[in-house]
């Protein structure tokens, strides 16, 4: 049965495992933190969370970071449940 | 529905389209109960929002065939099998 693009167990590989450590880098830092407190405060849970990485596009999804993940995710939830508006953060930058 | 240790249980081959914390490659497979982890609330629901509840029992289940594995898998993806 074929999964998202996240399900990746059980799929054949030749491709070693990437086993290097990296030092976080700030917005790294700052993106557990406020995810972090958004869980706390109850704005959004960590299974939102998981369906916001899963709902990316493969090829995004397959070439983000981690802490890239999760921004997407957070940026997408927030903006489904109306706390950012669409286009919101863009307009910041 | 609740399983005991020792027990075979075969995983759901269903479709679910929406988030599910059931891994792909063992959908179908037949695996044997370990222990019971406890309950939690459900993350196919939380994901969207809801409570999650009520919780649902997860277990621990291992696969034998090709390379050892185990897994946990929420009560409502198993069906008892053999």
């Known amino acids: ?93 | 529905m609740s399983f005991e240790p020792g027990q075979r249980v075969r995983v759901s081959a269903r479709e679910h389209r929406g988030h599910h914390r059931t891994p792909g490659y063992l959908k179908g497979r037949v695996g044997t109960v370990e222990r019971c982890q406890g309950s939690f609330t459900n993350p196919e629901t939380r994901a969207y929002g809801d409570s999650g509840l009520p919780k649902q029992a997860l277990y621990l289940v291992r696969f034998e065939n090709g390379h050892p594995v185990s897994a946990d898998i929420y009560e409502h993806w198993l069906e008892e099998a053999e």
């Open chain 1, 1 to 93: 049965m074929e999964g998202g693009v996240h399900d990746t167990g059980g799929r054949p590989t030749t491709e070693p495992i990437d086993r290097t450590e990296h030092e976080l880098a700030e917005w790294e830092l700052l993106t557990d933190a406020l995810v972090g407190a958004l869980s706390r405060t109850g704005v959004m849970n960590v299974d939102e969370l998981r369906r916001g990485i899963e709902s990316m596009p493969p090829d995004e999804y397959r070439s983000a970071s981690y802490y890239e993940r999760w921004l997407y995710s957070a940026e997408t939830i927030l903006t489904e449940k109306g706390v950012l508006e669409p286009g919101e953060l863009e307009a910041r930058l």
